[in-house]
């Protein structure tokens, strides 16, 4: 079967870096996603890896291993805003996109 | 300019009831999809529909239909409500395919009673 892992809640203070962790086992793979959602809100896109490697946004950064199934979410300087759940999504070899159950992100003062 | 638009937002009805949920997107986008966030916040893909094709998640019950006028509309038909049914379901586009980036609607809150 085809399967996300991710922490289900994570806390961090303001100002801090968190890495937010995704495994996954997929048939086949043609990209990874994270979106940011939160309460109450859609999911907001944040970024699209294919390769292996890093991909820095500003504050959030994004890595992926296609070699180990692994990719996380890095988030720099961490500000209350940033509280909110952050889903990994793979699009598999049919294009379909697997979600994972997200993770809550909470940041305390 | 809203990019991704859901009418109603709120929907509150009885076991048994047919209702519709519409959507509207203004991006020019080909892909529209369909997805059911339930109460432990899993986001379940139920269909994806262009110009072209349609494409069903098989877990889906076929009371839930898709129905589209025209390239910017997709809009949900329920049949037969069922509590079961109570999530948030939230309608996305893209350019072309799932390689492009999904563009979320605000989401619409069924609670089926």
């Known amino acids: 079967g085809q399967n996300i892992d991710q922490p289900t809640e994570m806390t961090a203070t303001e100002g801090a870096i968190v890495q937010i962790n995704c495994t996954y086992q997929?048939?086949?793979?043609?990209?990874l996603f994270w979106y940011q959602q939160h309460a109450g809100e859609a999911p907001t896109f944040l970024s699209y890896?294919?390769l292996d490697g890093l991909e820095e946004k500003g504050r959030f950064s994004s890595f992926l291993s296609r070699s180990k199934g692994y990719s996380y979410l890095l988030l720099k300087e961490l500000q209350m805003k940033d509280s909110a759940s952050y889903l990994c999504?793979?699009?598999?070899?049919?294009?379909?996109?697997?979600w994972g159950a997200g993770t809550k992100l909470i940041i305390k003062p | 300019d809203t990019a991704v638009s859901q009418t109603p937002k709120y929907l509150v009805t009885q076991m048994g009831n047919d209702k519709s949920i519409k959507c509207e997107q203004n991006?020019?986008?080909?892909?529209m999809y369909w997805y059911k966030q339930d109460s432990k916040k899993f986001l379940k893909i139920m269909f994806s529909y262009n110009n072209k094709e349609l494409i069903i998640n098989e877990t889906v019950p076929n009371r839930f239909s898709p129905k589209s006028p025209d390239k910017a509309h997709l809009n949900l038909h329920i049949n037969s409500l069922e509590l079961g049914d109570s999530a948030v379901y939230f309608c996305a586009s893209s350019q072309a395919d799932y390689t492009d980036t999904q563009y979320f609607g605000p989401g619409t809150r069924l609670t089926v009673l």
């Open positions: 890896n294919v």
């Open positions: 997929t048939s086949g793979f043609n990209g």
């Open positions: 999504a793979v699009l598999d070899s049919n294009y379909q996109l697997i």
């Open positions: 991006l020019g986008h080909d892909t």
